[in-house]
């Protein structure tokens, strides 16, 4: 019953998402290293940047860093395919560091005691356009969630452990047009 009930809120979270920003221009299905789903995120990109709202389940209690990775693939089982953070500034890594962001620094994603967490967030490093910031490069981006929580500053993965989750940023299919009203 608790599994029902876990992916009954899941499908209402992401429902009232798109209903309140519309069709997602670029989605996310995470996958553990057997394989099973264990989230998704959505992205969409506005005048104030790209928001991204992610959503998992199955995932160990606790805080896990979260970030955009350089490369869209994720070979389990520790999905080390990904490459390193999206990072195409040159920065360093962290939230909190000087010296930085890289472009795919996210702030953590806390995880409750049931196994679901949701981050929501928007950044203005990364673009579902094209360009230098691009996460539609030529070897696309992944979403990775971590092991252990990210400290925001150590280079260049903030000490967020193993990859425990991953998934491949794809661009979402266009809505279908509509004709207009009175047709």
Known sequence: MKVLWAIAVAVMVGACATLQYGTPQATVELKNAKGDAVGTASFWEDASGVRIIAQVRGIPAGKHGIHIHAVGK?????????????????????????????????????????GTGRLEYVTRLVTLASGPTSLFDADGSALVVHASPDDDVTD??????????????????????????GY
């Open 74 to 114: 994720c070979d389990p089982p520790d999905f080390m395919t990904a490459g390193g953070h999206f990072n195409p500034g040159g920065k360093k890594h962290g939230l909190k560091n000087p010296a930085g962001p890289h472009a795919g620094d996210l702030p953590n994603l806390e995880v409750a005691a049931d």
């Open 156 to 181: 260049p993965t903030g000490n967020s452990g193993g990859r425990i989750a991953c998934g491949i940023v794809s661009k979402a299919p266009a809505s279908p047009a509509r004709a207009p009203s």
